[in-house]
């Protein structure tokens, strides 16, 4: 029987690959991914704990929705700022952009 | 009038010469002459006023309660300052000593100083001057006294070094400003302890609390305190080496301040504040002790100096120094008619010798003048009279107050301090009949182009020569001394005259008188072969046993090499310290910048690792509430 800690676990394991990638990935774009695969990882939270603690008002489905809506808005600011980067630097790799060092 | 009622206006006195340097100050100083004539007219107001006070209380009984009130200038817990008169034959003295001189030096000084560029200003400062000193006199508690002490000491600064273009007169002010600083600070020290342990200031108050600490440790040690500030004022060794550098200031300045009043400032102290120092037999041994010691010292150095002023000066350190001694050997009365009488010829004395510097356009070596009583025939006279009162010659005032003091020595059994005193009224008589024979009577040349001062100058100085001749009188047996019937204190010693003391007294000053007739007129010893012959002593005296080469010794030795050792401190370890913490600073943050490397994902891992460690804290304490 699949219950709420199954999909907590699932949750888990994709927030750390996301964290992992954004940590580790030198890509812009690759980082920009990993970063919406935290934002999934999020969703499947809200989503099965609507479903198995409040079923009725269905509000973990509302917030799953809402986040849906933020990535995307975020997804296309992220990509514009990549390609302004890129336009730039000729480059998407993260490592080029230490400016602010000291 | 009624007394009371004009008691109760005394503090006018002090307060006209205030209100007169403030309206120089202020409007007046741009006309030189009124700026003078406003001064003179307040010194002499308030000189009416004090000798309608002295009328009164030499008028009124003996021993009658002195008249005191006061007005609260500051208080706070455990402090209370007020600014008070206080009116008893001392005060009176004090006050008609004080006013008398002060308006017959500005009356001289209107021929002295006439046409000084700072004419205004001169008479400015006499005034404050005169302000501040009847506000000590006038004083009824220790903390106005102190207050006043201080302004009569920035005037003796002001006016010592008035012609500051000079540089030796900007030298002899701050000289003496420093001198001066090192006893005010054991007297403030002294009347800071008499408040701590008694809780008052007032004098009356003071006297009624003192007895019962007669003897005892505390005691001793505030009087050996408060005394520091009349060794200071009065020029006592070993801080008396500001009073001859003093001499820089105007003639008529070196009168009045550093000869009649101010120094007498400290003498008038111990009087004031006797019932403090009587308590301790140790303090009256060290004030006697000192006192004569500075008698003798300063009057053999006015055996062999050559300049009229600084000869002067060293009189008046050792009359200063009588009147010490007298006070240290119980002898107050004594000590306040030496006072009042040395007031009156030391500044007809100097005033004489203002005339003659004047007349000689500023030179003051006694060699270079010479014949001078062909010329000057007022201040001649007038001088040799000081100079006769000084040596204390009968019936001249300086007698009768010198042998008072002498009589107070020998009867109070200090035999030593007698012979002392003796010696030192031989070798008086003996420098300043050297100074007239040479400057007045000498065959040098020097004096041709002398003349006769202007009336406004001898006038005061006949004016003097008669106080001189017959002040002493009221102290003499003949009228049955007055003054000490009146100017006493609780346990000041009162001795029968004495007519053998007299007879002595006046033997000796006759001696020396005659042995300078000697050596400096008859020449029956030539004085340079005299001076060849003690030239080791000669140089010894004529440079002061350089006790001034020894200061600069000292402060270059000993108080540049604290300086040094502070220097060092602050160079090394406070600049050290603070240095020292500004480059631990710097290097860590060199060290630590390297952790900002510009990348966003270290960023991102810092803060997940926040997070993380965070969450796990959160997580524990749940267990460990839930446990």
Same mark, same amino acid.
């Given at each position: 029987m699949i219950g709420l800690s199954h999909y907590l676990i699932l949750g888990c394991i994709l927030?750390?690959?996301?964290?992992?990638?954004?940590?580790?990935?030198?890509?812009?774009?690759?980082?920009?991914?990993?970063?919406?695969?935290?934002?999934?990882?999020?969703?499947?939270?809200?989503?099965?704990?609507?479903?198995?603690?409040?079923?009725?008002?269905?509000?973990?489905?509302?917030?799953?929705?809402?986040?849906?809506?933020?990535?995307a808005a975020e997804v296309a600011v992220?990509?514009?700022?990549?390609?302004?980067?890129?336009?730039?630097?000729?480059?998407?790799?993260?490592?080029?952009?230490?400016?602010?060092?000291? | 009038?009624?007394?009371?009622?004009?008691?109760?206006?005394?503090?006018?006195?002090?307060?006209?010469?205030?209100?007169?340097?403030?309206?120089?100050?202020?409007?007046?100083?741009?006309?030189?002459? /009124?700026?003078?004539? $406003? &001064?003179?007219?307040? %010194?002499?107001?308030?000189?009416?006023?004090?000798?309608?006070?002295?009328? @009164?209380?030499?008028?009124?009984?003996?021993?009658?309660?002195?008249?005191e009130i006061a007005a609260r200038w500051l208080s706070m817990p455990g402090l209370r300052v007020d600014m008070g008169i206080l009116i008893d034959p001392l005060t009176a003295v004090m006050?008609?000593? /004080?006013?008398?001189? $002060? &308006?017959?030096?500005? %009356?001289?000084?209107?021929?002295?100083?006439?046409?000084?560029?700072?004419? @205004?200003?001169?008479?400015?400062?006499?005034?404050?001057?005169a302000g501040s000193m009847l506000g000590l006199v006038i004083s009824n508690n220790f903390g106005q006294i102190f207050v006043f002490w201080e302004l009569v000491g920035i005037c003796s600064y002001l006016l010592i070094g008035f012609w500051f273009g000079r540089n030796s007169a900007k030298e002899a002010a701050k000289k003496a400003f420093i001198t001066n600083r090192v006893g005010d600070f054991g007297f403030l020290l002294g009347i800071l302890f008499l408040q701590i342990i008694f809780g008052t200031l007032n004098f009356a108050d003071l006297a009624d609390k003192i007895p019962q600490y007669a003897n005892s440790a505390v005691l001793i040690t505030i009087s050996i305190l408060l005394l520091a500030g009349p060794v200071g004022k009065s020029a006592q060794f070993p801080l008396h080496v500001w009073l001859p550098d003093a001499m820089e200031g105007p003639t008529p300045v070196s009168a009045l301040i550093h000869a009649a009043t101010m120094v007498a400032a400290g003498v008038y102290l111990i009087a004031r504040a006797f019932f403090i120092f009587n308590t301790s037999p140790q303090t009256m041994m060290v004030i006697a002790i000192i006192g004569g010691f500075t008698a003798l010292f300063a009057a053999s150095i006015a055996l062999v100096q050559s300049d009229i002023k600084r000869i002067l000066a060293y009189s008046t350190l050792s009359q200063l120094g009588y009147m010490v001694m007298a006070m240290g050997v119980g002898a107050m009365t004594a000590g306040m008619f030496h006072l009042m009488t040395h007031a009156f010829f030391k500044?007809?004395?100097?005033?004489?010798?203002?005339?003659?510097?004047?007349?000689?356009?500023?030179?003051?070596?006694?060699?270079?003048?010479?014949?001078?009583?062909?010329?000057?025939?007022?201040?001649?006279?007038?001088?040799?009279?000081?100079?006769l009162a000084l040596a204390g010659i009968p019936?001249?005032?300086?007698?009768?107050?010198?042998?008072?003091?002498?009589?107070?020595?020998?009867?109070?059994?200090?035999?030593?301090?007698?012979?002392?005193?003796?010696?030192?009224?031989?070798?008086?008589?003996?420098?300043?009949?050297?100074?007239?024979?040479?400057?007045?009577?000498?065959?040098?040349?020097?004096?041709?182009?002398?003349?006769?001062?202007p009336h406004v100058m001898t006038v005061p100085l006949i004016i003097l020569a008669v106080i001189s001749v017959f002040a002493g009188f009221v102290g003499s047996p003949l009228m049955g001394n007055i003054f000490g019937h009146y100017v006493t204190a609780a346990g000041a010693a009162e001795h029968?005259?004495?007519?053998?003391?007299?007879?002595?007294?006046?033997?000796?000053?006759?001696?020396?008188?005659?042995?300078?007739?000697?050596?400096?007129?008859?020449?029956?010893?030539?004085?340079?072969?005299?001076?060849?012959?003690?030239?080791?002593?000669?140089?010894?005296?004529?440079?002061?046993?350089?006790?001034?080469?020894?200061?600069?010794?000292?402060i270059a030795h000993f108080v540049d090499g604290i300086a040094k050792v502070f220097f060092w401190f602050d160079l090394y370890v406070i600049n050290g310290l603070v240095n020292g913490l500004a480059y631990i600073t710097g290097r860590s943050g060199l060290q630590l910048r390297y952790t900002e490397d510009g990348q966003v994902q270290t960023y991102a891992l810092y803060m997940l690792a926040g997070v993380v460690i965070i969450l796990i804290t959160a997580i524990c304490a749940v267990f460990t509430a839930l446990a």
């Open positions: 927030f750390g690959i996301g964290a992992y990638g954004v940590i580790a990935k030198r890509n812009a774009v690759a980082v920009l991914m990993s970063v919406e695969l935290m934002l999934n990882a999020v969703n499947i939270n809200f989503v099965a704990a609507g479903k198995y603690i409040a079923p009725a008002a269905g509000i973990g489905q509302l917030f799953a929705i809402f986040v849906i809506v933020v990535a992220g990509l514009a700022l990549i390609i302004v980067l890129f336009k730039a630097r000729k480059s998407v790799n993260l490592s080029d952009f230490n400016i602010l060092k000291w | 009038m009624n007394i009371q009622n004009l008691f109760a206006h005394a503090w006018l006195i002090p307060l006209l010469p205030f209100l007169v340097f403030a309206m120089i100050g202020l409007i007046l100083h741009r006309w030189p002459k /009124v700026s003078a004539a $406003a &001064s003179i007219a307040g %010194i002499a107001t308030s000189f009416i006023i004090s000798l309608q006070i002295a009328w @009164a209380v030499f008028g009124g009984p003996a021993g009658a309660a002195p008249f006050l008609v000593v /004080v006013t008398l001189v $002060a &308006s017959l030096v500005q %009356i001289y000084s209107l021929g002295y100083m006439h046409g000084d560029p700072g004419f @205004a200003s001169y008479y400015a400062y006499q005034s404050l001057f500044s007809l004395l100097f005033l004489g010798a203002g005339s003659v510097i004047h007349a000689m356009t500023d030179e003051q070596n006694i060699w270079k003048m010479g014949g001078l009583y062909k010329k000057m025939p007022v201040t001649t006279w007038t001088f040799i009279i000081g100079a019936p001249l005032s300086g007698f009768w107050s010198k042998d008072e003091i002498l009589l107070g020595a020998y009867a109070g059994g200090h035999m030593g301090l007698y012979i002392l005193g003796s010696l030192v009224a031989f070798m008086t008589a003996f420098y300043m009949f050297r100074l007239i024979f040479v400057a007045f009577f000498g065959s040098n040349t020097g004096g041709e182009a002398a003349h006769e001062s029968e005259p004495s007519a053998a003391i007299m007879v002595v007294s006046s033997i000796i000053a006759i001696a020396g008188i005659f042995l300078a007739w000697l050596i400096y007129q008859r020449k029956a010893v030539d004085y340079e072969a005299l001076k060849t012959k003690y030239i080791g002593i000669w140089t010894l005296l004529y440079n002061k046993y350089y006790i001034d080469e020894f200061y600069t010794w000292l």
